[in-house]
């Protein structure tokens, strides 16, 4: 079973802060997915990253793909009330039946208090 | 307008009912697929549809019917379902199944509540 973990679960901080979430595998992927999801709607995509040990950056958001494929990290730098949500990492699966799905983590639910 | 339409946005249901979801995609897309969103738990893919054809069921219950009449409409029928299906029912499109097309563009979701 393919698994991606999210960590932390839950974050809770003071808009200007910064902050690191992180979604770890023991699977390799072909490329993954950061989505973010505010509630009642549903995930909008905000990055895909593909080649190991790529960094892309969306504004005060830095993404980076570990160099073996299996973990990726997002950035956060002077968090606003706007950044409020559930982030969520995909990872495209390379083998298998199931080639082209994608496989979520459980998110990072995000708070930014003003 | 998010490309990806589903309707209803809210769905009240008893156990002996029967409905439908619908959702739409005007993105030229050839994969859909329903997903379904639970507390505490990952978004679990339920169904996959390239060019109006399911390649994939992960073993969800046959209480759950998908359609896919066109590449640019699906649905998911749905019938005496219990409780614990209540969750928020994603639809999602993407350009083609093949590695390097997975970027997924969901639609708002169907919260589905089964009393």
């Known amino acids: 079973t393919q698994l991606l973990e999210q960590s932390p679960q839950f974050l809770s901080i003071q808009e200007g802060e910064n902050l690191t979430v992180y979604c770890n595998s023991s699977s390799v992927f072909s490329s993954l997915q950061w989505y973010r999801q505010e509630p009642g709607e549903g995930p909008v995509l905000l990055v895909t990253v593909v080649t190991g040990g790529e960094v892309k950056k969306l504004k005060r958001l830095t993404f980076q793909f570990g160099d073996a494929r299996k973990d990726s990290s997002l950035h956060i730098t002077a968090a606003q009330p706007g950044d409020t949500g559930l982030y969520l990492c995909a990872g495209a699966v390379i083998h298998g039946g199931s080639q082209g799905n994608l496989i979520f983590g459980k998110g990072t639910k995000l708070s930014v208090k003003p | 307008e998010t490309g990806v339409t589903q309707t209803p946005r809210h769905l009240v249901m008893g156990m002996t009912n029967k409905k439908s979801l619908k959702c739409e995609q005007h993105l030229g897309h050839n994969a859909m697929y329903w997903y379904k969103q639970s507390a505490k738990k990952p978004l679990e893919l339920m169904f996959v549809y390239s060019l109006e054809e399911r390649v994939e069921n992960n073993s969800v219950p046959s209480r759950f019917s998908p359609e896919c009449p066109n590449s640019s409409h699906l649905f998911l029928h749905l019938h005496t379902l219990q409780p614990e299906d209540s969750a928020l029912y994603l639809c999602?499109?993407?350009?083609?199944?093949?590695?390097?097309?997975?970027?997924?563009?969901f639609g708002q979701g169907t919260r589905l509540t089964v009393v």
């Open positions: 999602a499109s993407s350009q083609d199944l093949g590695v390097g097309n997975t970027e997924a563009f």
